[in-house]
């Protein structure tokens, strides 16, 4: 890529910190796998483009790519030095205000996601793509090594909570590698982590009521030293716990998310609690 096609620093509040290891861009492209299957009606998606580390590769592989960015300044450069790789969709909007729905209806099919996000908004991207979870085939993201763990932890680790629960609910969380500071421009002041994540069937997620169960995972981990009985007061008594099959006795990060998910099922029987 010509360097004269970005000019612009990186701009900090953007959370702009651009990978330039060849070794961990090859991985991410890997982690995404062979050509996108356009003909099936897959479209691949990149969130965050930034100069193109990851972009370009992906192209020169898949032929063609959709990119979602926010930032003004690279919208130009990034379509110049494109041209060379193949055929780019440049979305230059805030990703929390895409609709993923709407961008799969004209293939049909789903969407497979990547990029390395700007971590001052990882969790609320997460939660906004999860909306949209049944056009989504997956996805790989880099996001804080702190966060990768917390999304991938098992019931009864330090760092088991609301993010662990609400994301493997819906998905299959697969931490793949760790990335350290050094291998971007500039440097984050934190370790890094690539994470791919698979939206379960339908039929596999068993969640009734969404709202109910967000609610019942928002509050038990509210207060995180409190017990289920206590930390769920304003929700349910412990009986209604116990009849779910829980103790109520254990604390949030004891209890595995498919005693959440039952536990929500059976709160909210018709309606969802709010
Ligand atoms: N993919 C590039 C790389 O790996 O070098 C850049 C990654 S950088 C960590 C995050 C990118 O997300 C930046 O290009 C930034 O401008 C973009 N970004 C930040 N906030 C955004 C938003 N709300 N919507 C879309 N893109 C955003």
């Given at each position: 890529m010509p360097a004269s096609h970005f000019t612009e620093p990186a701009k900090k509040h953007l959370g702009q910190h651009?990978?330039?290891?060849r070794t961990y861009v090859d991985r991410i492209v890997q982690a995404v796998g062979p050509p996108v299957d356009v003909?099936?009606?897959?479209?691949?998606?990149?969130?965050?483009?930034?100069?193109?580390?990851?972009?370009?590769?992906?192209?020169d592989r898949h032929g063609a790519l959709t990119v979602i960015e926010f930032d003004r300044d690279l919208i130009s450069?990034?379509?110049?030095?494109?041209?060379?790789?193949?055929?780019?969709?440049?979305?230059?909007?805030?990703?929390?205000?895409?609709?993923?729905?709407?961008?799969?209806?004209g293939v049909r099919q789903r969407l497979r996601l990547v990029g390395n996000l700007p971590y001052n908004l990882s969790s609320p991207i997460l939660f906004h793509v999860l909306e949209?979870?049944?056009?989504?085939?997956?996805?790989v993201f880099m996001l804080q090594k702190e966060v990768v763990d917390r999304m991938a932890a098992p019931p009864g680790s330090k760092v088991y909570g609301r993010l662990s629960v609400m994301l493997q609910a819906y998905c299959r969380v697969e931490a793949l590698f760790t990335v350290p500071p050094g291998a971007f421009r500039p440097p984050p002041k934190v370790d890094s982590a690539v994470v791919r994540l698979v939206p379960l069937d339908t039929t596999e997620i068993g969640i009734g009521h969404p709202d109910t169960f967000a609610r019942?995972?928002?509050?038990?981990?509210?207060?995180?030293?409190?017990?289920?009985?206590?930390?769920?007061?304003?929700?349910?008594?412990a009986d209604a716990i116990s009849a779910a099959g829980i103790s109520p006795t254990l604390?949030?990060?004891?209890?595995?998310?498919?005693?959440f998910v039952r536990l929500a099922n059976s709160l909210a029987g018709g309606a969802d609690i709010r």
């Open positions: 651009f990978l330039h290891e003909a099936s009606g897959e479209r691949l998606v990149e969130i965050g483009p930034g100069q193109g580390a990851i972009t370009f590769p992906l192209l450069p990034l379509t110049e030095a494109a041209r060379a790789h193949g055929e780019l969709t440049v979305i230059h909007r805030d990703v929390l205000k895409v609709d993923f729905t709407a961008l799969a209806e949209h979870a049944p056009v989504v085939r997956d996805m019942v995972v928002r509050d038990a981990f509210g207060q995180r030293r409190k017990t289920m009985r206590n930390a769920l007061s304003r929700v349910c008594d604390r949030a990060e004891q209890v595995p998310v498919a005693d």
